[in-house]
């Protein structure tokens, strides 16, 4: 990456509050120059931990705002 990576941690455990911080996240990465900060890894250390279905198909619904 040209600029820095952040680590973001978050404690949220639902799909509506990770969504909400992922957001967060793209929005601070468009208005902060790139050789500022260039990559942000949201970090969700307890979402989906006692139901592994749920986090898969989170991410699933996650890609598909990026692949058609």
Same mark, same amino acid.
């Given at each position: 990456p040209? $600029?820095?990576v952040r680590y973001?941690?978050?404690l949220s455990?639902? #799909?509506?509050a990770i969504y909400r911080e992922y957001w967060n996240e793209v929005a601070l990465l468009?208005?902060?120059d790139?050789? #500022?900060l260039s990559t942000t890894l949201l970090v969700t250390p307890?979402? $989906?931990v006692?139901?592994?279905?749920?986090?898969? #198909?989170f991410c699933g619904?996650?890609?598909?705002?990026?692949?058609?």
């Open positions: 040209v $600029g820095d973001e941690i978050t455990t639902s #799909a509506e468009v208005r902060t790139q050789k #500022a307890f979402f $989906g006692e139901n592994p279905e749920v986090f898969d #198909a619904r996650s890609s598909s705002i990026f692949c058609p």
